[in-house]
Protein backbone atom coordinates (compact mmCIF):
# COMPACT_ATOMS: atom_id res chain seq x y z
CA UNK A 1 0.00 0.00 0.00
CA UNK A 2 1.07 3.25 -0.44
CA UNK A 3 2.25 5.21 2.83
CA UNK A 4 0.89 9.27 3.03
CA UNK A 5 3.57 10.81 5.26
CA UNK A 6 2.21 14.55 6.62
CA UNK A 7 4.27 17.42 7.94
CA UNK A 8 4.44 18.72 10.74
CA UNK A 9 1.21 16.64 12.71
CA UNK A 10 0.82 19.72 14.76
CA UNK A 11 0.60 23.58 13.83
CA UNK A 12 0.18 26.50 15.64
CA UNK A 13 -0.66 29.10 13.51
CA UNK A 14 -1.20 33.23 13.73
CA UNK A 15 -4.82 34.53 13.16
CA UNK A 16 -4.26 36.10 9.69
CA UNK A 17 -1.16 34.41 8.79
CA UNK A 18 -0.52 32.07 6.07
CA UNK A 19 0.19 27.93 6.94
CA UNK A 20 1.24 24.89 4.87
CA UNK A 21 1.01 21.80 5.39
CA UNK A 22 3.45 19.09 3.66
CA UNK A 23 2.24 15.65 2.39
CA UNK A 24 4.67 12.68 0.88
CA UNK A 25 3.78 9.26 -0.71
CA UNK A 26 5.72 6.33 -1.10
CA UNK A 27 5.28 5.94 -4.72
CA UNK A 28 4.86 8.71 -7.57
CA UNK A 29 0.83 9.69 -7.47
CA UNK A 30 0.75 9.87 -11.23
CA UNK A 31 -1.49 7.35 -12.95
CA UNK A 32 -1.46 6.10 -16.18
CA UNK A 33 -4.23 8.15 -17.55
CA UNK A 34 -2.40 11.48 -16.64
CA UNK A 35 -4.27 12.80 -13.35
CA UNK A 36 -2.76 12.91 -9.94
CA UNK A 37 -5.35 11.72 -7.23
CA UNK A 38 -4.34 13.29 -4.55
CA UNK A 39 -6.89 15.23 -2.10
CA UNK A 40 -7.05 17.00 0.97
CA UNK A 41 -9.27 17.01 3.66
CA UNK A 42 -10.54 19.32 6.61
CA UNK A 43 -12.08 17.92 9.95
CA UNK A 44 -13.29 20.35 12.24
CA UNK A 45 -13.74 19.38 16.19
CA UNK A 46 -16.81 17.16 16.28
CA UNK A 47 -17.48 17.13 12.55
CA UNK A 48 -17.37 14.57 10.02
CA UNK A 49 -14.15 15.30 7.21
CA UNK A 50 -14.79 17.30 4.26
CA UNK A 51 -12.94 16.98 1.11
CA UNK A 52 -11.22 20.21 0.13
CA UNK A 53 -9.35 19.45 -2.78
CA UNK A 54 -9.23 17.11 -5.26
CA UNK A 55 -6.74 16.10 -8.20
CA UNK A 56 -4.05 18.25 -6.45
CA UNK A 57 -5.36 21.66 -6.86
CA UNK A 58 -8.93 21.59 -7.77
CA UNK A 59 -11.15 23.38 -5.15
CA UNK A 60 -14.39 21.67 -4.15
CA UNK A 61 -17.86 23.64 -4.36
CA UNK A 62 -18.09 26.14 -1.29
CA UNK A 63 -14.26 25.85 -0.47
CA UNK A 64 -12.65 29.49 0.10
CA UNK A 65 -10.07 30.44 -2.07
CA UNK A 66 -7.62 30.98 1.22
CA UNK A 67 -7.33 26.83 0.41
CA UNK A 68 -4.85 26.22 -2.40
CA UNK A 69 -3.25 22.73 -3.35
CA UNK A 70 0.02 21.90 -5.32
CA UNK A 71 2.56 19.87 -6.16
CA UNK A 72 3.63 16.50 -8.22
CA UNK A 73 5.03 13.20 -8.40
CA UNK A 74 5.56 12.40 -4.98
CA UNK A 75 5.35 15.90 -3.06
CA UNK A 76 2.17 17.62 -2.36
CA UNK A 77 1.62 20.71 -0.22
CA UNK A 78 -1.82 22.57 1.20
CA UNK A 79 -1.28 26.38 2.11
CA UNK A 80 -4.06 28.45 3.25
CA UNK A 81 -3.06 32.11 2.71
CA UNK A 82 -4.85 33.71 5.59
CA UNK A 83 -5.90 31.55 8.58
CA UNK A 84 -9.36 32.09 10.08
CA UNK A 85 -10.65 30.72 13.11
CA UNK A 86 -12.89 28.58 11.35
CA UNK A 87 -10.17 26.77 9.99
CA UNK A 88 -8.68 24.98 13.19
CA UNK A 89 -9.25 21.27 13.16
CA UNK A 90 -7.26 18.22 11.83
CA UNK A 91 -6.30 18.15 7.77
CA UNK A 92 -5.64 15.36 6.10
CA UNK A 93 -4.26 14.13 2.50
CA UNK A 94 -5.06 11.17 0.54
CA UNK A 95 -4.40 9.05 -2.58
CA UNK A 96 -6.43 7.52 -4.63
CA UNK A 97 -4.05 6.75 -7.34
CA UNK A 98 -3.00 3.35 -6.11
CA UNK A 99 -6.64 2.27 -4.94
CA UNK A 100 -7.65 0.05 -3.43
CA UNK A 101 -7.28 0.59 -0.81
CA UNK A 102 -7.24 4.75 -0.22
CA UNK A 103 -4.42 5.36 2.26
CA UNK A 104 -4.70 8.74 4.11
CA UNK A 105 -1.83 10.72 6.16
CA UNK A 106 -1.45 10.73 9.72
CA UNK A 107 -3.53 14.02 9.88
CA UNK A 108 -1.64 17.91 11.12
CA UNK A 109 -3.58 19.08 13.85
CA UNK A 110 -4.39 23.32 13.17
CA UNK A 111 -4.42 25.36 15.82
CA UNK A 112 -4.40 29.33 16.57
CA UNK A 113 -1.33 30.48 18.63
CA UNK B 1 -28.17 18.57 -1.03
CA UNK B 2 -27.71 14.82 -1.17
CA UNK B 3 -27.68 13.53 2.91
CA UNK B 4 -25.80 10.28 4.17
CA UNK B 5 -27.25 8.59 7.38
CA UNK B 6 -25.35 5.73 9.23
CA UNK B 7 -27.77 4.00 11.15
CA UNK B 8 -27.05 0.57 13.66
CA UNK B 9 -26.02 -0.76 16.96
CA UNK B 10 -23.98 1.46 18.84
CA UNK B 11 -22.41 -1.69 21.19
CA UNK B 12 -21.28 -4.45 19.91
CA UNK B 13 -19.87 -7.91 21.72
CA UNK B 14 -15.97 -9.50 20.71
CA UNK B 15 -16.27 -11.72 18.26
CA UNK B 16 -19.70 -10.91 16.68
CA UNK B 17 -20.56 -9.27 13.54
CA UNK B 18 -21.03 -5.26 13.46
CA UNK B 19 -23.76 -4.31 10.96
CA UNK B 20 -24.55 -0.79 9.74
CA UNK B 21 -26.25 0.80 6.97
CA UNK B 22 -26.29 3.79 4.93
CA UNK B 23 -29.22 5.66 3.92
CA UNK B 24 -29.13 8.06 0.92
CA UNK B 25 -31.30 10.33 0.30
CA UNK B 26 -31.78 10.33 -3.82
CA UNK B 27 -31.77 8.25 -6.56
CA UNK B 28 -28.03 8.85 -6.88
CA UNK B 29 -27.15 5.56 -5.51
CA UNK B 30 -28.76 3.88 -8.52
CA UNK B 31 -26.27 6.12 -10.97
CA UNK B 32 -23.31 4.81 -12.81
CA UNK B 33 -21.12 8.19 -11.76
CA UNK B 34 -20.54 7.17 -8.16
CA UNK B 35 -18.83 5.04 -5.93
CA UNK B 36 -20.15 4.38 -2.13
CA UNK B 37 -17.68 3.60 0.96
CA UNK B 38 -17.50 3.40 4.66
CA UNK B 39 -14.25 4.57 6.45
CA UNK B 40 -13.89 4.49 10.15
CA UNK B 41 -12.22 6.39 12.93
CA UNK B 42 -10.61 4.99 15.93
CA UNK B 43 -10.46 7.25 18.81
CA UNK B 44 -7.96 9.87 18.57
CA UNK B 45 -6.67 8.27 15.47
CA UNK B 46 -6.63 9.07 11.43
CA UNK B 47 -9.13 7.73 8.98
CA UNK B 48 -8.95 4.61 7.68
CA UNK B 49 -10.60 3.34 4.28
CA UNK B 50 -12.89 0.35 4.79
CA UNK B 51 -14.28 -0.69 1.63
CA UNK B 52 -16.38 0.80 -1.28
CA UNK B 53 -19.43 -0.10 -3.32
CA UNK B 54 -20.57 0.59 -7.05
CA UNK B 55 -24.63 0.46 -7.99
CA UNK B 56 -23.86 -2.77 -9.78
CA UNK B 57 -22.52 -4.81 -6.81
CA UNK B 58 -19.53 -4.61 -7.36
CA UNK B 59 -17.55 -4.35 -4.39
CA UNK B 60 -13.48 -3.71 -3.35
CA UNK B 61 -12.06 -3.60 0.37
CA UNK B 62 -8.87 -2.82 2.10
CA UNK B 63 -6.87 -5.67 1.74
CA UNK B 64 -6.22 -5.20 5.81
CA UNK B 65 -10.08 -6.00 6.65
CA UNK B 66 -11.15 -7.98 3.71
CA UNK B 67 -11.18 -11.01 5.34
CA UNK B 68 -14.06 -9.60 8.09
CA UNK B 69 -15.93 -7.27 5.39
CA UNK B 70 -18.84 -7.26 3.34
CA UNK B 71 -20.42 -4.33 2.13
CA UNK B 72 -23.67 -4.42 -0.15
CA UNK B 73 -25.97 -2.15 -1.75
CA UNK B 74 -30.06 -2.66 -1.89
CA UNK B 75 -30.71 0.42 -5.10
CA UNK B 76 -34.78 0.15 -3.95
CA UNK B 77 -33.83 1.13 -0.35
CA UNK B 78 -31.65 3.95 -1.34
CA UNK B 79 -29.35 2.09 1.40
CA UNK B 80 -25.48 0.35 1.38
CA UNK B 81 -24.37 -1.87 4.11
CA UNK B 82 -21.56 -3.00 6.16
CA UNK B 83 -21.10 -5.81 8.36
CA UNK B 84 -17.65 -6.41 9.96
CA UNK B 85 -17.29 -10.20 11.02
CA UNK B 86 -15.00 -11.13 14.78
CA UNK B 87 -14.83 -7.92 16.09
CA UNK B 88 -12.40 -6.75 18.62
CA UNK B 89 -12.27 -3.44 20.56
CA UNK B 90 -9.56 -2.07 17.65
CA UNK B 91 -12.92 -2.32 16.01
CA UNK B 92 -14.46 0.79 18.29
CA UNK B 93 -14.39 3.66 16.12
CA UNK B 94 -16.55 6.22 14.62
CA UNK B 95 -18.11 4.55 11.33
CA UNK B 96 -18.53 7.52 8.42
CA UNK B 97 -20.61 6.46 5.27
CA UNK B 98 -19.87 8.33 2.20
CA UNK B 99 -20.15 9.03 -1.74
CA UNK B 100 -17.01 8.17 -4.03
CA UNK B 101 -17.94 10.82 -6.78
CA UNK B 102 -15.54 8.68 -8.84
CA UNK B 103 -13.06 5.39 -8.32
CA UNK B 104 -9.99 7.51 -7.76
CA UNK B 105 -10.91 10.97 -6.61
CA UNK B 106 -12.52 9.96 -3.41
CA UNK B 107 -15.19 11.40 -0.76
CA UNK B 108 -17.21 14.09 -1.58
CA UNK B 109 -19.90 13.73 0.62
CA UNK B 110 -19.81 12.67 3.51
CA UNK B 111 -22.60 11.44 6.64
CA UNK B 112 -22.46 12.54 10.26
CA UNK B 113 -20.87 9.11 11.59
CA UNK B 114 -21.88 6.47 14.37
CA UNK B 115 -19.84 5.61 17.10
CA UNK B 116 -19.45 2.00 17.32
CA UNK B 117 -17.80 0.26 20.79
CA UNK B 118 -17.29 -3.02 20.99
CA UNK B 119 -17.42 -4.63 24.95
CA UNK B 120 -18.71 -7.06 26.64
Known amino acids: DVVMTQSPLSLPVTLGQPASISCNSS???????????LNWFQQRPGQSPRRLIY???NRDSGVPDRFSGSGSGTDFTLQISRVEADDVGLYYC??????????FGQGTKLEIK | QLQLQESGPGLVKPSETLSLTCTVSSDSISSSNYYWGWIRQAPGKGLEWIGSIYYSGSTYYNPSLKSRVTISVDTSKKQFSLKLSSVTDADTAVYYC????????????WGQGTTVTVSS
Open chain 1, 27 to 37: QSLVHSDGNIY
Open chain 1, 55 to 57: KVS
Open chain 2, 98 to 109: ARCSSRKNGMDV
Open chain 1, 94 to 103: MQGTHWPPYT
